[in-house]
């Protein structure tokens, strides 16, 4: 098959947009030269390029096909439309029977035609995120000027423009020419397809493969921060972002002047994230550490030090900003601004940050004593939570919200607990995070996302299939984990019910607390599924009883998925879906079968010995009440012998009417046992 190999050269792409318009690219080209059935696609990107190279077919074969067309008794306009719609004349018709017929036939079309005419109204429907025009009165647009269009099968250049109409497309005309490195390889030369574009690049010092550039990045940057016994904080958005920037990474280490080293970690970190796109360094004991890692674009002759002196220089402009929001910030309590609060809207429907403080200290209180934490630290933490958000340092900086109030708490004086509570209540943000796990700092954590939930249930704003806006699933995400990870014991329907008091008397009626259990169940689904746990036993179970002691239903869960992997739970599993299939069957034509059966017409000695197990078998509820989640699948598994004997031995649909409402009502009662476990029917395999 013929090599096709396509690049487009640029001005700077941002990094964030580099990967998606490869993936846009790569989807396009796929739909566009569909025809030609492209196979092996490979995607590059890049600071100034985005490159595809495939194989396709030499050609698309010759096609002929038979249209059907309306009947000759049909109105003049019928046919006319017929025609325009196949672009077709009266005279390529015949008439066959009643109908009118038009032969198509389709010549064959080349691999380098068919490109051709693709091309360039794909690249001029190229969906950026953002676009620009440039120079002269061309309409077309790209994410920064496009500069060449290198497009080449087996090695020829496929030609075409983007001229259209009287509009010029900027001149842009596809060849063989590409670039360098901007400044150690400039001016074009020409490739021949993607292998010696990759070998004529990499002489030109880029690297193509942007996975080559992060693994050269980490590893150059680990490499100079292990010679000086420190290590580099893990960022991977950061590394993928710098990747984006750089062409030729040249790692380099700059110095961080002692006077700035007494900021707080976070903010030198964030400072150096966002505003330079440097990486921060740790310690061996973890402390910051008095040094940085950025990554050049060129090598310079002096090893980088002219390089080094700059980047250290706006280092210490930055960081001289920073302090001057950490020291006015200190000029005032952290307890003056909660006021503040008031005049910073959360929510349009939900009011502001001021009302949500209110809300907040009052569900943190009514969860802190059910953990042994201190009812007034955590109402103090909840008090303070919000109060950094009209702060300057996090004006400048939102990703420190939180880790701010901490510091300015203790610096208040305020308890330890308190401003752990204060910096800790986002979290986790993610999977990555540690959970709080002091009890003051959990309370607070709890509350803020179960307002955020139980407010947000209430105003409509659910989250969706086409996203969620409001985080509500991470909200949810987190509440599992602080719970799971610490092993709480508490039941979220009263606190759910709560957080839901303090909307009511806003006039907003929340939604029930038993649909926000769901969602926090179906999120711990989803969790258990990432994690390869049996997911559909969790669902059985929560099915069998909504229970809110997240703990008490992972242990139930637990318990019964340790018993269908043995041999009893296995069989008498297959055995309640034969059961619960016979059931479905004649409850259609009969009715429920849920009364007691009669032991007058208990017959057979398989029957009696089913009955006698199902009677033992009435203390499941009792050992599940008590917890005993392994007593209770003991005593369900001694119905597994009975329940096998009784289906060899007992005919269910016995001939007899009285009979075989009394067989029915025992497997009922065997399907009720079980049922008051785990809603076995929802069990996959």
Not at 581 to 587: A, G, V
Request: charge should be negative; include cysteine; proline fraction near 6%.
């Amino acid at each position: 098959m013929p090599a096709f190999f396509l690049e487009l050269f640029s001005e700077e792409i941002p990094a964030r947009m580099q990967a998606r318009a490869a993936d846009d690219l790569a989807r396009l080209v796929t739909e566009a030269l569909g025809p030609l059935s492209p196979a092996n696609l490979r995607s590059f990107y890049g600071p100034r390029r985005l490159a595809l190279a495939a194989d396709l077919a030499p050609e698309v074969a010759a096609t002929a096909s038979i249209e059907r067309g309306p009947r000759t008794s049909a109105p003049e306009q019928a046919l006319t439309g017929f025609l325009r719609k196949h672009g077709a004349t009266r005279e390529q018709l015949r008439q066959e029977g009643d109908y009118w017929v038009l032969e198509k036939t389709a010549a064959a079309v080349s691999a380098p035609v068919l490109i051709a005419a693709a091309l360039p109204a794909l690249l001029r429907r190229f969906p950026w995120p953002k676009s620009m025009r440039w120079g002269g009165s061309s309409s077309f647009v790209w994410v920064r000027p496009l500069r060449r269009i290198t497009c080449l099968l087996d090695g020829a250049v496929v030609p075409f423009d983007l001229r259209e109409g009287a509009d010029d497309g900027h001149g842009l005309v596809a060849a063989n020419l590409t670039e360098g490195h901007r400044f150690h390889a400039p001016g074009a030369f020409a490739v021949t397809g993607l292998e010696d574009w990759q070998r004529q690049l990499a002489d030109r010092r880029v690297v193509v493969e942007a996975a080559d550039r992060k693994r050269l990045i980490a590893d150059g940057i680990g490499r100079l921060a292990a010679e000086r016994g420190l290590t580099v904080v893990d960022d991977p958005g950061l590394l993928d972002e710098v990747a984006g920037l750089v062409e030729f990474p040249i790692p380099l280490l700059g110095r961080i002047a002692d006077a700035h080293m007494d900021l707080p970690p976070e903010v030198m970190q964030v400072s150096m994230r966002v505003n330079q796109r440097y990486f921060a360094l740790r310690t061996a004991d973890g402390a910051a550490a008095p040094w940085f890692a950025f990554v050049a674009n060129i090598a310079a002759e002096d090893g980088g030090a002219t390089i080094v002196a700059g980047n250290e220089r706006v280092l210490r402009a930055r960081f001289s900003d920073a302090r001057h929001f950490w020291d006015l910030d200190r000029k005032a309590r952290l307890e003056s601004r909660v006021p503040l609060l008031d005049g910073v809207t959360f929510h349009a429907k939900l009011g502001s940050q001021g009302d949500r403080v209110v809300r907040l200290k009052r569900l943190a209180g009514i969860i802190a004593p059910q953990l042994g934490a201190g009812e007034a630290l955590a109402e103090r933490g909840a008090e303070l939570a919000k109060a950094d958000l009209v702060t300057g340092m996090v004006g400048e900086f939102p990703e420190l919200q939180g880790v701010m109030g901490g510091y300015y708490a203790l610096h208040d004086g305020e308890d330890p607990l308190v401003a752990d509570a204060i910096r800790d209540h986002y979290a986790p943000k993610g999977p990555s995070d540690a959970v709080p796990t002091a009890p003051v700092s959990i309370a607070v954590a709890l509350a803020d996302k179960l307002d955020q939930l139980v407010g947000f249930f209430a105003i409509g704003e659910r989250p969706t299939g086409a996203g969620d806006p409001y985080a509500l699933r991470r909200a949810a995400l987190g509440i599992i984990r602080i719970i799971r990870e610490n092993r709480l014991r508490l039941e979220l329907l009263p606190l759910i019910e709560a957080a839901g008091e303090a909307f009511r008397h806003r006039g907003i009626e929340p939604v029930p607390p038993t649909d926000l259990l769901d969602f926090l169940a179906e999120r711990l689904r989803v969790q258990l599924r990432t994690e390869g746990a049996r997911h559909d036993v969790l669902a059985a179970v929560f099915a069998a009883g909504a229970d809110d002691d997240l703990t008490r239903l992972l242990a139930r869960t637990d318990a019964v998925t340790g018993f269908l992997a043995t041999e009893d739970g296995a069989n008498l599993l297959t055995a309640y879906r034969r059961a619960a299939n016979i059931l479905r069957i004649e409850e259609r034509k009969d009715g429920p079968f849920d009364t007691a059966p009669d032991p007058a017409l208990l017959r057979e000695p398989a029957e009696l010995d089913l009955d006698h197990a199902i009677r033992q078998g009435n203390v499941v509820s009792a050992l599940l009440d008590r917890e005993d989640f392994a007593g209770a699948m003991g005593t369900m598994a001694g119905l597994r012998a009975p329940l096998d004997g009784f289906f060899t031995h007992v005919t269910v649909n016995a001939p007899e009417p009285d009979l075989r409402r009394n067989r029915l009502r025992l497997l009922n009662q065997v399907r009720s046992t079980m049922d008051r476990v785990a809603d076995f029917s929802r069990i996959e395999g």
